[in-house]
């Protein structure tokens, strides 16, 4: 007993979330209503005090509460990650939410409860855990797009989100079920050793699998599962599209690290063939879409799709370099949405949200900083050097080239060129364009700037020395095959 | 030795770093600081260039100045610098164009100065970075970097259809390099896992493995150079660009593709570069003859000076494809001459323009009447852009149809058509712009060269004329290179 009660040390990130949640709830039921920046303050204790644990845990293996949760290096690094992004999202929120009236414990208590789902998706050893860890996700995500209550487009985003999301849960349920019936177990471990000897020309697990795929692919937002997302982002508050836009990209990544590459040992070559269907599709649908987006929420939402394309490019790749090569695109993808959106919030005040294309017009006349960081942030959307986003590409494509996967490398750069030219077009209109006289922005909160700053030149130190943040990512990945 | 140690690093790093602090100073208390410092800056990056000529060893092909450390381990990406004697004389054209521009640009730029300077810095030190990269990735990086500056300065400071023609130019050198990538990244899977390009110049390449990498890296580079039929972004570019982006654009990022051929594809795929040679003398003899005769007709006078920019460039990639010493170091004689000769008539446009703000041919005319010192000084621009013995253009010219003479004496013949072309678009452009009385009241009005400009005409000038007169020590410094190449593209490296 005693030697189970050390174990769980494994999972003291999500204990300490779990409990500090509870406490931030308590905290705010007495003292909510006149002291809302201490729930605030709450919440960013917690998770700067959960980065600080799991920091703590590196390098640490092993499973927790008989084999339901397992610490690794990708626990630890994707746990860090996730974490970091959900506090760069509580630092971009403050004066959003204060202006909308929504500056409240609760918000930030879903979002506590959104990351300890994350952690579990992350560090989940049984199939069924990670099913709780993704409804626990997607609960405090569909309640933090209907937040406001008032706002008819958030409650139809959040609506569209709820029924499609359902129904990839139950997807992906039945997927599970369909492991469970093959398998007789829930434990991946177990799962795998089951496969294996089931076989590989087995019709029930190549039903299993492409129910899992489908699932995974509609909660990242792979096309044709996208129909969710463009409505989702454009309609949810702008503090919450950010973290739609980052933390889940990654904790599904984990989601389908652990069920499909782990537990699905022997069905490589099934999930690999959808995926390349998933990849064509989706780098075409986000690109060429995208292009006809006025809506900068909305173009960034179609650049989802079309970056989700170059991240299953990782995964098509297989092995161990393109697994490692699609979790380092996952996060730095999420890193540059972070500020995209970020951008659209700092610049957003009451009654204007800046997320039209048009709205950005002779930024650089008006707010020269921030055209400045739009330009580092649309450049490593693009990916192009020396910007972080070049090197997400450079790696997938390596990967994906090392596995003789040439000519899909090639479609690949080619739709980077196709995505460069809506990028360019925002760029076009911040840069060149001449200012509107009639556009007054908020940017007047000097934490939200801050981050951004941080955020956005980031991604040009990153893409200066992409070393110790690829070794990292690379490092996170060994072992898992 | 550990005097030069850094230097080509300084070169690079120096004009980037002062541009972001020229960017950092701004306009905010006039653009007098930002002016200086961009002086001061792109003058010292003059000067770190010059020890790179003056300790140069002539005697070796080997890369000198060598820099090499891990720069991404996991990758096995490098940061490696070298140059030879290929590269160094365009890494001092840069710095000394780059000069120039700020020089030029001290006056006539009055919208966001201190940003126009800050782009043109720190693309001085991008471009030198691509012309000393060793690594793939690293030249790379430079190579694409330098789209972010020029898109800018094309964008801003640009004429009316400048959207039109940044994006245009962005889109089509991006579309070119990222097949480019993939040859890199193909390669390094076939060199051992390295991006070393000196490595993979020694990789052996299957017969249709070369095909497709120098078919991608010919894109890449076509469209850099440009060669018909991908050149059609140029008259854009140039038309819209600020005098200074048409400087830079035509002296030195055409040059880039033309260097990309020496570097990349002559060396790492001999083979197909002699299979497809018909190929790209085919299309050096259209750009040549063809793209004169479009230039013929131009009104525009940037326009016909950027249509003659591919003409000349024609010359450039005919030389590459006769594989003889003296057509390879013709043609980079005639990338040189063409630095000066295309900046320089790119500047006398500007000077025209600041005062007229027009570009059309036919709203000039008996110029030499008001502007003597100009009208002489454009006069010498022009017969090397005719290519007249005595000045630079005659040099590369003369040798590389003399090179292709004994290999395609067909070819050779029909690119001195070119020569008669040239002449009469040049001379045509000379005489109705130069020549004739004066007809028009703006005309009369012009005030000839002030001292900053005369500074900027008159040394391109010299260097016109010292090129011309006395080419020894240009050639001097390439022909080990030159020699070296030539050495490896005759040997096969199709694994037996």
């Known amino acids: 007993m005693s030697l189970a009660l050390l174990h769980w040390s494994f999972a003291i990130p999500e204990i300490w979330i779990l409990a500090m949640a509870c406490v931030l709830l308590l905290v705010d039921v007495f003292w909510g209503k006149h002291h809302p920046d201490l729930s605030f303050a709450l919440a960013l204790f917690s998770v700067a005090g959960a980065m600080l644990l799991t920091w703590g845990e590196m390098g640490r293996t092993g499973t927790t509460f008989f084999g339901q949760l397992q610490m690794d290096p990708f626990t630890n690094v994707a746990g860090l990650f996730v974490e970091l992004l959900t506090f760069l999202t509580l630092l971009y929120s403050r004066r959003y939410l204060q202006r909308r009236g929504l500056y409240r414990g609760e918000v930030f208590v879903l979002l506590l409860f959104a990351l300890l789902g994350a952690l579990i998706l992350i560090s989940g050893a049984n199939v069924l855990v990670l099913y709780l860890g993704l409804e626990l996700l997607a609960l405090s995500q569909y309640a933090l797009i209907a937040f406001q209550r008032q706002n008819l487009r958030a409650t139809e985003a959040a609506l569209k989100y709820f029924i499609l999301g359902a129904l990839a849960s139950a997807l992906l349920l039945y997927g599970i079920s369909l492991l469970y019936g093959l398998t007789g177990s829930l434990d991946l471990a177990r799962v795998a050793e089951g496969l294996i000897n089931s076989g590989q020309a087995n019709y029930l697990l190549m039903l299993a699998v492409v129910f899992l795929v489908a699932g995974i692919a509609f909660k990242l937002g792979a096309a044709p599962f996208h129909m969710w997302l463009p409505d989702t982002y454009q309609g949810a508050p702008t503090v919450v599209t950010i973290f739609l836009s980052s933390v889940p990209k990654i904790a599904v990544f984990g989601l389908f690290l652990r069920i499909l590459v782990e537990g699905g040992y022997g069905s490589l070559e099934i999930w690999r063939q959808i995926f390349v269907a998933l990849v064509v599709v989706s780098l075409l649908i986000g690109n060429v879409v995208a292009i006809a987006q006025s809506n900068l929420k909305r173009m960034l939402a179609y650049s989802t799709v079309g970056n989700m394309g170059f991240l299953a490019l990782g995964i098509v790749a297989g092995g161990q370099n393109g697994l490692a090569s699609a979790f380092f695109y996952a996060v730095v993808y999420a890193l540059m949405a972070t500020a995209a959106f970020g951008l659209i919030l700092y610049l957003s005040r009451e009654g204007f949200e800046a997320e039209e294309i048009a709205d950005l017009r002779g930024l650089v006349r008006t707010r020269p900083w921030s055209a400045f960081l739009l330009l580092l942030i649309m450049f490593s959307l693009a990916g192009v050097p020396p910007t972080i986003g070049f090197y997400a590409k450079l790696v997938v494509f390596q990967a994906l080239i090392e596995a003789h996967f040439l000519w899909l490398a090639v479609f690949g750069v080619l739709m980077a060129v196709v995505s460069a030219f809506y990028y360019l077009r925002v760029l076009k209109v911040a840069l060149f364009d001449p200012p509107a006289e009639d556009l007054r922005y908020g940017a007047d909160d000097p934490l939200a700037a801050s981050t951004l700053s941080v955020n956005s030149l980031a991604l040009l130190l990153l893409g200066i020395f992409p070393g110790p943040m690829m070794a990292i990512c690379f490092h996170a990945l060994q072992g898992v095959l | ?496």
Not at chain 2, 93 to 119: C, E, K, P
Not at chain 2, 229 to 245: F, K, M, R, S, Y
Not at chain 2, 291 to 313: G, N, P, T
Not at chain 2, 479 to 488: E, I
């Open chain 2, 1 to 496: 030795m550990d005097l030069h140690m850094g230097l080509l690093s300084a070169a690079i790093w120096l004009p980037i770093v002062g541009g972001f602090v020229v960017l950092a100073v701004g306009d905010r208390a006039g653009s007098r600081p930002a002016r200086w410092l961009a002086l001061v800056f792109s003058l010292l990056t003059l000067l770190v260039t010059i020890p790179l000529f003056t300790g140069f060893d002539t005697h070796t092909a080997a890369m000198q100045f060598v820099e090499r450390v891990p720069w991404i381990p996991s990758l096995h990406i490098q940061y490696y610098l070298g140059i030879d004697g290929i590269s160094l004389w365009f890494i001092l054209l840069t710095s000394f164009l780059t000069l120039l521009v700020v020089i030029s640009s001290w006056r006539n730029v009055q919208l966001r100065q201190a940003q126009y300077l800050a782009a043109f810095l720190v693309m001085d030190g991008l471009m030198i970075g691509v012309f000393c990269a060793l690594d793939a990735i690293l030249f790379y990086v430079f190579w694409e970097a330098m789209l972010i500056p020029m898109f800018l300065i094309i964008g801003v400071w640009g004429g009316p259809r400048r959207v039109y023609a940044t994006i245009k130019f962005f889109l089509y050198t991006f579309l070119g390099s990222v097949l480019m990538l993939v040859a890199f990244l193909y390669l390094y899977f076939h060199s051992g896992d390295s991006f070393d390009l000196l490595t993979f110049m020694k990789t052996p390449l299957s017969a249709a493995a070369q095909i497709w990498i120098f078919l991608a890296f010919l894109i890449a580079f076509a469209v850099k150079i440009p060669m018909w039929p991908v050149h059609t972004w140029l008259p854009d570019a140039h038309v819209e660009a600020p005098t200074g982006g048409s400087v830079i654009l035509a002296a030195v990022m055409l040059k880039m593709g033309a260097y990309g051929f020496l570097r990349l594809s002559l060396p790492i795929t001999p083979d197909a570069s002699h299979q497809l040679a018909w190929l790209m003398i085919a299309l050096s003899l259209v750009a040549i003859v063809y793209i004169a005769l479009i230039a013929i007709v131009q009104q525009d006078m940037k326009k016909l000076i950027a249509y003659s920019s591919i003409a000349h460039m024609g010359f450039v990639t005919l030389g590459f494809f006769v594989f003889t010493q003296t057509a390879i170091e013709g043609a980079i004689m005639q990338m040189l001459s063409h630095g000066f000769v295309s900046a320089a008539m790119f500047f006398c446009v500007g000077v025209l323009y600041d005062r007229m703000h027009t570009r059309d041919i036919h709203a000039y005319g008996g110029v030499a009447n008001v502007m003597p010192i100009f009208a002489s000084l454009m006069m010498l621009f022009a017969m090397g852009n005719v290519g007249l013995p005595g000045t630079s253009g005659f040099v590369g010219e003369f040798m590389v149809v003399l090179g292709t003479y004994g290999p395609h004496p067909w070819a050779a013949i029909i690119a001195a058509t070119g020569l008669i072309t040239g002449a009469a678009y040049t001379l045509w452009l000379f005489k109705r712009v130069i020549f004739g009385g004066v007809t028009r009241a703006e005309v009369a009005a012009l005030s000839d060269l002030d001292g900053r400009e005369v500074l900027v005409l008159g040394s391109l000038g010299v260097l016109v004329l010292l090129m011309g007169l006395w080419p020894a020590p240009f050639l001097e410094v390439v022909h080990s290179s030159v020699q070296h190449l030539l050495s490896q593209v005759s040997v096969s490296k199709i694994p037996s």
